[in-house]
């Protein structure tokens, strides 16, 4: 799946009144465009786009009038939601700093609802994150971002579209636990698409992430994280190289982050594991 860019936006982003502060532009993120900005107060009517819209206030509380009749004066952390192909005319009250994500539209099995202002923690935290994977960008962590992006996708799909997402609970036979699990360890140094991962098994992205999960009661990031921290602490007994050396090759983005990684995991340093192996 190609990347998303502002081409795909439906037009905000490219209003005078807009100053942008990040977005993920260029950092190869498929099938999502994220954006965060500065908002001053505007009123405009923008086309349809090939793209779902969502809109998490960072500020507030805020009036927003949508089309010629709903107003609401949205809090913090409230949201905006608006389809794919749907025309749309909005009215922004006052300053507002926000975070926009954009998904395409065959991303849910049916039409995301038009909201204004309802809140929902779980939207809000996955979008503040995905801001700050924008604001802290590592390749390492493509994988985490493909993760996130199908927990946002199914969310949406199973709260906020006509038609809900039928319950799947199965989990990964086992030939295609060890199929994703082969492909981890193949290409452990390098980012893995999710979407990689999700063909090894013969599956979709979001039809795989459940299913592995129930399979292993890891996510695939985490349970990639895993294994990449098995490995550095075997070359790490084992080997010569040097500590970061070891990082790139076992798919860390430098020696920073196995250090924090394996603080996090195993409360130890790379450096205190080899002496004390």
């Keep these: 799946m190609a990347e998303l860019g502002l081409a795909d936006t ?20 498929p099938g999502l465009y994220v954006s965060t900005q500065s908002e001053s107060p505007y009123r405009a009517r923008f086309d349809a786009a090939g793209t779902h819209l969502v809109i998490l206030h960072l500020g507030g509380p805020v009036t ?18 608006h389809p794919a192909g749907r025309e749309l005319t909005v009215e922004l009250g006052g300053p507002l700093d926000t975070v926009h994500a954009y998904l395409p539209a065959d991303a849910l099995p049916a039409e995301l609802n038009e909201e204004l202002g309802v809140a929902d923690p779980l939207v809000e935290q996955l979008m503040l994150a995905l801001d700050g994977l924008v604001r802290q960008w590592e390749p390492a962590a493509r994988t985490y971002v493909d993760h996130l992006s199908g927990l946002f996708a199914a969310h949406l799909a199973h709260r906020y ?30 980012p893995i698409p999710l979407a990689d991962l999700a063909d090894a098994a013969s599956l979709s992205v979001s039809q795989f992430t459940r299913r592995f999960k129930a399979a292993t009661g890891e996510t695939p990031h985490r349970y990639l994280m895993r ?14 190289l040097s500590i970061p050396e070891i990082a790139v090759r076992c798919g860390f983005s430098h020696q920073e982050h196995l250090t924090r990684v394996m603080r996090a995991r195993l409360d130890t340093t790379p450096a205190a594991y080899r002496k004390g192996s």
């Design 10 to 29: 439906n037009g905000i982003l490219r209003l005078p009144s807009v100053r942008p502060a990040r977005s993920s532009a260029g950092l190869g993120w």
């Design 64 to 81: 927003v009038r949508r089309g010629r009749t709903q107003e609401r004066r949205v809090p913090a952390g409230g949201l905006f939601m």
């Design 161 to 190: 579209t006509r038609a809900r997402v039928r319950a799947d609970n199965g989990a990964l036979s086992q030939k295609q636990l060890a199929a994703a699990k082969e492909l981890m360890l193949a290409r452990l140094a390098e």
């Design 227 to 240: 294994l990449r921290v098995e490995h550095a602490c075997r070359m790490l007994r084992a080997d010569t």
